[in-house]
């Protein structure tokens, strides 16, 4: 990655821009204010906070999991849109990072990362052309899209060939499956989109992948199942291009899938010996594993033991009044918080005298734009001006709420994390 262009990011000052910093700090810049390593509890509410030592519990175990497997990892960058995190990522042993759209990859390119998988179709004009002129301007870029239809392929192909495109754009064929998302529907659909790419000189097949997360709910039976049905046709289809000679400009083949919460079925499935013409690179593209989380993901994700992932975001909110028994009102609401896969979760409450205390037969009942409903039993004590943790549920739709976060270690903050949403 580009260490100038990280370490630019310390240059910038707080100022009035970034909800949870108080006037105090609006005259540092970012590395000053992470300097003084101040206790978090000088910052205001409401806040979202990255725990340093679960960060990098989480980070190291995920790449132990993909070496021990024999899988690599482009972690889909959508979730924290931090490059400071994707530089982590990258050190720990990630092989490239995954985009979702042309937006995400000139920010990635932005911040020096080479090899970026964008699991999905490039269609517009502008955003070929720019893949056609950075792929001319930077020789090490190397770009992976997806492809699921021959229209497609044919307007990459010759908006690519009117930019005289350099390279070919690497692509991976995209296979679906009935009522999901993007993707081919069948195996023979995948063949036909793949002899188009490998027809179009300005296109070369490297692979097939797809999305198996959005196949399933739960880890119910008949879910699992299902979604290893789809994998082992993924499987099927990279050994049928295979077969088909389609592979022969590719000096490997990348067979990609793994969101979050179902890799262990992607590793059993997509692993092992391929018997293939050439070695196979298997890439999992999970994302929410660098955070996890208290709600979706811990009733989902395969490493969640005792020596599994542990949550890294929380959100810091103040009591605003307690109106009746049984209600306190937070300063942080749908603006500030997750909401769409689970509420947070309270966990503790810091008392005015500085103690901590954990918090039982509570929840948070609604979120409004900026207050949370938490509902407690008689048995607990809120008072206006205490301070409420709670862990979150979905950090893909926490991050993109904050532009600056505090990572904190034994309660100071020892950095702060940009994200570019």
Not at 87 to 108: E, M
């Amino acid at each position: 990655m580009d260490d100038a262009a990280l370490e630019a990011l310390a240059a910038e000052r707080i100022g009035w821009r970034y909800k949870g910093f108080p006037a105090r700090f609006t005259e540092l810049t970012v590395g000053e204010l992470v300097e003084t390593r101040p206790p978090l509890a000088q910052l205001g509410t409401p806040l979202l906070v990255l725990d340093g030592p679960a960060l990098e519990h989480n980070l190291t175990l995920m790449a132990q999991y993909c070496a021990k497997h024999g899988v690599d990892l482009a972690p889909h960058g959508k979730t924290t849109m931090a490059p400071q995190l994707f530089a982590r990522q990258l050190a720990a042993g990630s092989w490239g990072i995954t985009a979702a759209t042309i937006a995400h990859v000139r920010v990635y390119r932005a911040f020096g990362v080479e090899t970026i998988v964008l699991a999905n179709q490039v269609v517009d004009p502008d955003s070929l052309r720019w893949i056609a002129d950075e792929s001319r301007r930077a020789p090490h870029f190397r770009l992976l899209c997806f492809a699921d239809s021959i229209t497609g392929v044919e307007l990459m192909q010759a908006i690519l060939a009117e930019a005289d495109a350099v390279r070919p754009v690497d692509v991976v064929i995209d296979l679906g499956a009935p009522a999901g998302r993007t993707g081919c529907r069948n195996l023979d659909e995948a063949e036909a989109v793949a002899r188009a790419v490998r027809a179009a000189d300005r296109l070369r097949l490297v692979g097939a992948g797809g999305f198996e997360g959005a196949l399933a709910p739960d880890r119910a039976p008949q879910n699992i199942e299902h979604i290893r049905d789809y994998l082992r046709s993924l499987r099927q289809l990279v050994l049928r291009l295979d077969e088909a000679g389609l592979f022969d400009e590719a000096d490997e083949i990348v067979a990609t899938a793994g969101g979050s919460a179902y890799f262990d079925d992607v590793v059993e499935i997509l692993g092992g010996d391929w018997k293939a013409s050439r070695p196979v690179r298997i890439v999992l593209r999970s994302g929410a594993y660098i955070t996890h989380d208290d709600g979706h993901y811990r009733r989902l994700t395969p490493l969640t033991a005792d020596a599994g992932f542990r949550p890294a975001l929380s959100i810091r909110g103040r009591v605003l009044s307690t109106p009746e028994p049984g209600l306190a009102l937070l300063d942080f609401g749908k603006r500030d918080a997750p909401f769409d896969l689970g509420l947070p979760e309270p966990h503790t409450v810091e008392r005015a005298d500085g103690s901590t205390q954990q918090l039982a037969g509570c929840a948070i009942a609604a979120l409004a734009d900026q207050h949370a409903f938490l509902r407690h039993g008689d048995s607990t004590r809120l008072r206006v001006g205490e301070i409420v943790t709670c862990g979150i549920s979905h950090p893909c739709t926490a991050f993109d709420k904050w532009q600056l976060i505090p990572i904190v270690e034994d309660g100071r903050v020892v950095d702060l994390v940009r994200t570019f949403f």
